[in-house]
């Protein structure tokens, strides 16, 4: 599907469509039910039902061809005159994990990899899997690619796909997207390099990073438990600590915990007071 980043060209809207009906949905539905396969389907939404809202959405398809859920994209870039709220804003779904035949899947979509909380919100929830399906380019994240979906398997005691596209889009218009650069009319190599994270550390060895590619990986979900029962992270966790801070960081007026080093500080005092 010809979807286009936000290159101030509004033209790639015609391409939203219904979570439930739309033509791309359609026909994922039919694959799932004819390969008994669970999919994961990134579409661009509309949401007729609410004043013709856009949403960058994730669509979870079960084997009988029965749309699971969806999620919406929870963070939205926001990088120099790269600004994705052009089009759409944050979801509102939060953080679902969908209970399939094959696991309990969390989709991290697209920029949300960038926050560990994210990742996170969909390990409390229950996930088993966490798929990242992303379309970066090679100078805005490649450095990033290979430790964050890695981090977050070994931190949240899941495994991740991690899924980027390959290739370069020319558009009609010039654009400018964030990089300081003069305007130009495609956004850079789409990088690919897809791998899927255990939550043991390990990984598989990344597809291309020019060409389509197919992997298949063949995961134990019972890792999930042997690591959480060996490291303890979760167990050890201190999360009514984590919430409090987190209470208190959001309220205006909040003050850091911060000790100041009071002799160094009065002897500063003291010397430009002389």
Request: aromatic share 10%; net charge negative; proline share 5%.
């Amino acid at each position: 599907m010809p979807f286009a980043f936000c290159t101030r060209e509004r033209e790639w809207c015609e391409f939203a469509e219904d979570a439930a009906t739309g033509p791309s949905i359609t026909l994922c539905k039919s694959l799932a039910a004819r390969h008994s396969m669970v999919i994961v389907a990134p579409i661009l939404e509309r949401d007729d039902s609410h004043g013709n809202t856009i949403w960058n959405t994730a669509v979870v398809i079960g084997p009988a061809g029965n749309v699971i859920g969806k999620h919406r994209k929870n963070h939205i870039p926001r990088v120099g005159d790269f600004n994705e709220s052009t089009y759409y804003m944050e979801g509102n779904t939060g953080h679902p994990v969908f209970d399939t035949l094959y696991g309990k899947i969390g989709v991290n979509i697209c920029y949300g990899r960038h926050h560990p909380m994210n990742w996170q919100g969909f390990a409390l929830n229950g996930a088993e899997i966490v798929f990242n399906p992303s379309a970066t380019v090679g100078e805005l994240s490649e450095p990033m690619w290979p430790i964050e979906a890695r981090n977050a398997a070994l931190a949240n005691a899941i495994f991740v796909g991690a899924i980027n596209r390959v290739g370069t889009e020319v558009f009609p218009q010039e654009f400018t997207s964030g990089d300081g650069k003069p305007a130009h009319k495609d956004f850079g190599h789409f990088y690919g390099s897809s791998y899927v994270a255990a939550p043991d550390a390990s990984r598989t060895p990344g597809l291309s990073r020019c060409r389509d590619g197919l992997m298949v990986a063949e995961v134990d979900l019972n890792l999930s438990r042997q690591v959480r029962d060996r490291w303890g992270f979760q167990m050890t966790a201190r999360y009514e600590m984590y919430a409090k801070q987190l209470g208190r960081y959001v309220e205006h007026g909040f003050e850091p915990q911060l000790v100041r080093d009071t002799f160094f500080l009065n002897s500063k005092m003291n010397k430009e007071t002389l």
